[in-house]
């Protein structure tokens, strides 16, 4: 079956994909921070309290929160993931021993009808009973 194969590389395109956003994301807000501070030491204007880079360094840390966010839901979709396949491997496991029950009891069908065939020849005399018990024929004359 294909299918856990299909949903591991869709997993880890996914995966890879949110990593790559969040990494992104992080980037993006530095080179910000980085460019607004350049701004503002470039225009020789005074920084005060921080304001813009102040809310830019807390737009960052929460971006950061995110990219580690998104990595632990992919390892846990990873771990679920792995799970999924180990159910589908016993229970691949499990029909095959059904089938291999199935085909013994075919057989053991097939040998009780052949044993029967086999003793149906024998003829016994009027008055005398056959019995099977606990796998043994016993034959008694009344």
Sequence with gaps: MALPAD??????RLMKAINGIGDGLTRLVSDVGQSTHTIHHASG????SGGNVSNVSNFSGIIGEITVAGKEQSSGIEQINRAITAMDNTTQQNAALVEQAAAAAQSMQDQAAMLESGIS?????AGTAVTAQRGLVVVWAQ
Excluded at 121 to 125: G, H, N, P, S, T
């Design 121 to 125: 020849v024998f003829k016994l005399r």
């Design 45 to 48: 204007a005074p920084l005060g």
């Design 7 to 12: 949903r591991d590389d869709e997993m880890g």
